[in-house]
């Protein structure tokens, strides 16, 4: 999947950005990003709940809590994370770097990072870095920024939408990374998402959680849900002092904040590490939301199955077997179907009785596959998108440290 093309990105009033090369890991390698937020826009954030959460996160949310934020100070390279004591010392004085030349407070400026987990902050190159990023700050450095997230990702990751609310033109823009450890739980990966918009506090909060729900949170390459997983949505609120939505008006502002995160989410399945298919895994007619999501993450993490694909195998059985392990109670197998495509693998519970292997191989050649599961038991219905699991994808993770 190519990247947004940078001209394609709608302006965000307000919102400046920058990246420079600061030799954390690699020489000549981007990977120090400054993003500037005006004053008085809202700011909200959902961060990884995994317990063993990096030091970044932790002080990021702590950050959050006290004072309304100017800047994002993001790292690759290394996570900071396993890092005790030290790695949130080692973060708070790239705050007070940051906040001693924007000339405001420490508690404004967020942490972030993403990169080898365990070992110490390289703080020296990052506190050289920060003047060159400061001073390069500007309006259309977007795909620079998207760029200098990045670490075994292969492309930078843009979205943007304009809306029309009440006669007002809304950009909508943002940017992401992540190609591995990725089970969202809210979040896997890092993503900043932008509007022009002014929107209050607790709106911004709630308006965020969905569209993750429906986007990062419905994504997996390898269910490792990550230590430094987080997601920002800033209202500038330049584009006017606009605070509260009447009902469709807000319906239609969600739905374009969860087209963009969408967009983000799913390319990043799209340069899954090692990933040579896009897997979209629907399940439907199920008793709740919670029976729905099992069943797909059963089968979109299912090793058997993610090698399956990868070998264009139409190893049905693969399939079916998820499906049973997935935990669902009291579960009538003859009330199953499944598809591959549009063809159909499994009716009443057994193999169907048209189904031939060819018609199965044919939807396995696909760069792009569909599975759908009925479960024939309710009326929800969920989907998540996923990539195989490639030789490739051993091979990166083999040599990550090296």
Known sequence: MAAQPESDTAKVDGVRLSAVASGVRY???????????????????????????????????QHLR??????????????????????????????????????????????????VIGEPLPVDPILLGIPCAFSGLKEGSWFDAATGIMTTDTQPKLASKTVEISGRE?????????????????????????????????????????????????????GDTSTNDACMLVATGKLDNYSTFEDAERATFQQALTDVCRELAMAIIKDAEGGTKFVTVRVENGLDQQECLAVAYTIAESPLVKTALYAADPNWGRILAAVGRAGVKDFDLSALTIYLGDVCLVAAGELAPDYTEARGQAQMDEDEINISIDLGRGSHAETVWTSDLSLDYVRINADYRT
Not at 71 to 87: K, M, P, Q, R, V
Not at 182 to 197: C, E, G, R, S, Y
Request: proline share 4%; with cysteine.
């Open 66 to 115: 006290v004072n309304t934020p100017r800047y994002f100070l993001i790292n690759t390279g290394n996570a900071n994370a396993g890092t005790g004591e030290a790695g949130l010392l080692d973060a708070l004085r790239c705050c007070q770097s940051m906040a001693d030349i924007a000339c405001v407070k420490p508690e404004q400026i967020l942490p972030f990072s993403t990169g």
């Open 170 to 222: 809304v950009a909508i823009s943002g940017i992401a990374k992540g190609a591995g450890m990725i089970k969202p739980n809210m979040a896997t990966m890092l993503a900043f998402v932008f509007t022009d918009l002014g929107i209050d506090q607790s709106d911004l909060n709630g308006l965020l959680q969905e569209s993750v729900s429906q986007s990062f949170n419905r994504i997996t390459v390898d």
């Open 27 to 61: 020489a000549d390698r981007l990977d120090l990003v400054l993003i500037e937020i005006p004053k008085n826009a809202s700011v909200a954030g959902v961060f990884t709940q995994n317990a063993f959460c990096a030091a970044p996160v932790q002080i990021a949310r």
